[in-house]
């Protein structure tokens, strides 16, 4: 980080050379007596004040945000457009007769994921890309702006057919499928942070790590706990 | 499956603590714990009668019950200005001793966990680890700052060792701060960083051990049988590495690899004398097999509610393992299908209902499906674990895994095994565990969102991204109840709960806990059904217009002090403050417990050596709990005086009467189910309480002191505070699945 520590060390150096200028360093130079107490070693332990730990702290933020690569910003970017239609399909279930327990896990899908949507916006605004903006139209979640993405390329991203059957279906069905298709867009996101982290000078951004550890992590325990639902469910009444 | 604590286990802990069955079954007042640990203080002296008898006429209460305090209202932390080094401060029964801001290296870098030795704190950060002397907690000087780049930089230490996590993908094998830009690179660390620290000043690093994984966090174990090793347990959250990268390394499910590095922890072993020939000694499969219910069953209250509706002749059904109560017009509805299929009309007879009762679990089947005949053949459970709490003194850890909370016997620790495991449908991720101070309890945290996320907000529910608390029976876990930070925080804060440890006050189970930019909160939870806080700080949000990131990471206590480690803004030091929850001499008490080192996933068990603090905590517990009436409560602090004046033989007769005395008021305490009774019957009554105790001789006969008085508060008027009641839920069921 150049850029910080050049900062710093004006901000240590400046100090002493100014407490130097009262003392005068000619006088110094000629007294034969032990050296007084060194002002720099005195302004080195002298706290900080808080407005200069404040200017240090976002200027260390700041130049946090530069470290960012375009396979980080194409993961951010696609990853809002991936969460979004998480949050349209788990928005059908209160309405489709679905269970209380895929109620509850609808319900924890939109809270996370909505939160997330916003982490990945205020990511991209902060390093001045394009920011993909949420748009509802009816019972569809539309996302505008932003980096343009291949939905197709996506994995776990639903076909509108599957979401119009989703859509259709009710009570037991609605669970089944809902199930079988959060699973498969789960796993697509699993599978989106692996295809970052095995792309050169991916990941570096520690916000980046972060978030894209998280998703993973909170995804994948998420299709564990949807798998042993959908086995939970009987095996008659065909939902594929 | 391994019973956790086998007979000799049983016996070692029977002398300094109750175990879970003793606690349960046998009731004593509390005075026990005074007396005997009395009598440990005498027994070299002889006896002969120093007590005053005679008592005050008229007895002032000196501790209220809880029932007398409440919490400040409205709640302050609800509403403070923003500001990173000036955000405005809620604080409550709590002192703030000192608040540090970060060496200049490690500024607006996150700060992560933090680990003890003598009177250092090793503070990590996502730039290295920093270490403090504060052996002025006002005035903590800053030792070092050690810049070496890894995520999170979970930092424990053995002896002259310290050890760091790295899992981030910038961490470097040369400390260098410039990351690592190829996806494989020989230069990449990932696994545990290993220091030499007997100079603090100049930690030499000495080895990397690095895993498939990384480090997220790392647990440390010390096992009392070994002392030429310690072993660390790794837990990661990243994905796997490249095998090109780590050779060995795959991400394969166990069918098409045995070898995966998915679903298995690693194990370190770290020889003391060499530890540079650390290495991953064992990858033990915990999660084998591992098909927990969905759920950890209801909480006390729906199962009493269950219970009382059964016996009033409702029907109950089972779906998905867990007891509902059958709505009232589901329950007409079927009951007219039966008169309808037997030809009849009216109103169902007595027999008609019987036919249903009989016939419920299979329409339950029908209706609901059965767990059988599973279509999906991929293996369920986790394939790693967030953080692993050790409990050596018990033989047991407690794992924070994905979707389950675990229980491991750790009698072999290159060789855990799995004892039992919970689910819980309201856990996103179970993130860490800690026991209580006897082993009986656990409490495991949801890190819903991962720490980066506003979870605290006023429409979250309570039972999200919050504590769960169980206990634990022979070697099962029951779950009593959630404790969540009460105070509402903004969605600018990002909240959930995190790390925490106990604070060793005699006789009660304590914590406290960081919830990110929620602050810190302080929770009793000796009745595991019913938490709540006793003391609290709180910062408003970093920024005022958009959420940064900042907060508590982890707050522990350690010798007197508890120690925060804020993210954005640095090290704060708190020491607790008397309150109606919680008197000086309780606080005085647990400041008379010393550590060495800490590191909180290496759960040391509290011991109170004998001493006047420890004595006047345990008669004010009694105050407050009524164990004893008050003009004895008057007299027995009145004999502590004379005999904390007194000295040599005069102080030893003292002590020994009062203990005598005490044995016998203990002997006269009232009958336990009595006590029960009152608890579960005495609505309006407030508290009620019972303190149990083990047996007089166990308790009597402590190698470390005094024994505690375990005790359970059982709070009339919190019940059901966090939980729906069952019919509701149920009726919400059937009328989203019919």
Request: aromatic content about 6%; hydrophobic content about 35%.
């Amino acid at each position: 980080m150049p850029r910080s520590k050049c900062s710093l060390m004006i901000v240590t150096l400046l100090v002493p050379l100014l407490a130097g200028c009262g003392t005068g360093g000619a006088t110094q130079a000629e007294d034969p007596a032990p050296p007084p107490p060194d002002p720099s070693d005195e302004s080195a332990e002298a706290p900080l004040s808080d407005a200069e730990i404040e200017a240090l702290y976002r200027e260390r933020v700041e130049e946090s945000r530069t470290r960012f690569t375009e396979a980080d910003v194409r993961f951010m970017t696609d990853m809002i457009h991936h969460h979004a239609q998480a949050v349209e399909i788990s928005r059908f279930a209160p309405d489709r007769g679905a269970s209380r327990q895929i109620r509850t896990l609808a319900a924890r899908i939109i809270n996370a994921q909505q939160d997330e949507i916003e982490t990945m916006r205020r990511w991209l605004e902060d390093r001045d890309q394009p920011v993909p903006e949420l748009h509802e139209e009816g019972d569809r979640v539309m996302v505008r702006g932003g980096a343009p993405v291949d939905m197709g390329e996506m994995p776990g991203m639903l076909s509108r057919e599957q979401i119009e059957r989703l859509k259709a279906a009710r009570g037991r069905e609605f669970d089944r499928l809902f199930l079988t298709f959060m699973i498969e867009h789960h796993e697509g996101a699993v599978t989106m942070v692996r295809e970052l982290f095995g792309t050169d000078g991916a990941g570096q951004d520690e916000d980046v790590f972060r978030f894209a550890s998280d998703v993973q992590v909170d995804q994948a325990t998420e299709v564990d706990r949807m798998q042993q639902m959908l086995e939970a469910m009987p095996p008659s009444g065909g939902g594929r | 499956m391994t019973d956790p604590y086998p007979p000799e286990q049983e016996a070692d802990m029977r002398s300094d603590s109750p175990s879970p069955s003793t606690e349960r079954t046998r009731l004593r007042a509390g005075a026990w714990a005074l007396a005997a640990g009395l009598a440990v203080g005498a027994t070299a002296c002889t006896s002969s009668s120093g007590m005053p008898s005679a008592a005050p006429a008229e007895v002032e209460r000196q501790v209220q019950p809880f029932s007398e305090t409440s919490p400040p209202s409205p709640d302050p932390r609800v509403g403070l200005g923003a500001g990173l080094m000036d955000a405005e401060e809620a604080i409550w029964n709590l002192k703030k001793v000192s608040s540090t801001p970060p060496p200049e290296d490690f500024i607006g870098v996150t700060n992560s966990d933090l680990a003890f030795k003598d009177d250092y704190v090793i503070q990590g950060n996502y730039n290295g680890f920093q270490i403090w002397d504060v052996s002025e907690p006002a005035d903590p000087v800053l030792v070092e700052a050690f810049v070496c780049p890894a995520s999170q930089s979970d930092v424990s230490v053995y002896e002259d060792l310290l050890f760091v996590s790295g899992e981030g993908l910038g961490g470097r094998v040369d400390c260098g701060v410039q990351g690592v830009p190829q996806a494989v690179s020989e230069d990449r660390l990932r696994g545990i960083r290993i220091f030499d620290i007997s100079d603090l000043r100049n930690p030499e690093y000495i080895a990397n051990v690095q895993t498939c994984r990384g480090s997220h966090t790392h647990t440390v174990l010390k096992d009392p049988a070994d002392d030429e090793n310690v072993y660390i347990y790794v837990s990661g959250s990243a994905p796997v590495r490249p095998d090109e990268e780590l050779p060995g390394c795959v991400s394969v499910m166990p069918d098409e690899d045995p070898n995966t590095a998915l679903f298995r922890i690693e194990v370190i072993q770290v020889p003391l004398a060499n530890p540079e020939a650390a290495e991953i000694v064992s990858s033990p499969r915990i999660f084998e097999n591992l098909e927990a219910p969905p759920t950890h069953g209801p909480a006390p209250a729906d199962r009493e509610a269950i219970e009382e509706a059964r016996e009033a002749g409702a029907f109950v059904i089972e779906v998905m393992g867990e007891e509902m109560i059958l709505p009232d017009e589901s329950a007409d509805a079927l009951l007219s299908q039966v008169v309808e299929q037997r030809g009849g009309s009216g109103p169902p007879t007595a027999a008609d209902s019987a036919a249903l009762r009989e016939r419920l679990p299979s329409i339950v089947q029908q209706m609901m499906g059965m767990p059988e005949g599973a279509e999906n053949g991929a293996e369920p459970g986790p394939t790693q674990c967030h953080d692993i709490t050790v409990y050596p003194e018990i033989g047991v850890a407690g794992g924070a895994c994905e979707g389950y909370g675990l229980l491991l016997d750790i009698e072999d620790p290159v060789e855990p095994t799995r004892l039992t495991a919970v689910a819980d449908s309201n856990f996103s991720y179970w993130h860490s565990a800690t026991f209580n101070n006897d082993g009986s309890k656990v409490l495991f945290t949801d890190e819903w969102g991962g720490g980066g996320q506003p979870k605290c907000r006023e429409s979250d529910p309570k039972e999200w991204g919050a504590n769960a608390i169980f206990t634990i029976q022979d070697g099962d876990m029951q779950f009593e109840s959630y404790y969540k930070l009460p105070a509402p925080q903004t969605s600018l804060e990002n909240c959930v709960a995190h790390n925490g440890s106990m604070i060793p006050v005699p006789g009660r189970d304590i914590m406290v806990q960081s919830w990110y930019q929620g602050g810190i909160s302080i929770f009793d939870w000796t009745d595991p059904e019913n938490p709540f806080e006793i003391a609290f700080h709180d910062r408003g949000p970093v920024d005022s217009t958009r959420q940064a990131s900042g907060g508590s990471w982890s707050v522990y206590w350690y010798n007197g002090m508890l120690v925060n480690s804020e993210i954005a803004r640095g090290l704060d030091i708190f020491e607790l403050e008397p309150s109606g929850y919680l008197t000086r001499n309780e606080i005085d008490a647990a400041n008379t417990v010393q550590l060495d080192y800490l590191n909180a996933q290496g759960q040391p068990q509290y011991q109170w050596p004998p001493s006047f603090a420890l004595a006047r905590a345990y008669v004010d517990q009694l105050e407050r709990w009524d164990g004893l009436d008050l003009p004895r409560i008057a007299a027995v602090r009145q004999a502590l005086r004379s005999a904390e004046e007194a000295s040599g033989s005069a102080r030893a007769s003292t002590l020994n009467t009062l203990a005598d005395e005490l044995e016998r008021d203990a002997s006269g305490a009232a009958a336990p189910e009595k006590g029960q009774d009152a608890g579960r019957g005495g609505a309006g009554a407030g508290l009620v309480v019972m303190t149990t105790h083990p047996s007089a001789s166990g308790a009597s006969n402590t190698a470390s002191g005094m024994p505690h008085p375990s005790t359970r508060v059982r709070a009339t008027g919190r019940s059901a505070r966090h939980n729906t009641p069952t019919s509701a839920r149920m009726a919400r069921l059937l009328t989203g699945s019919t």
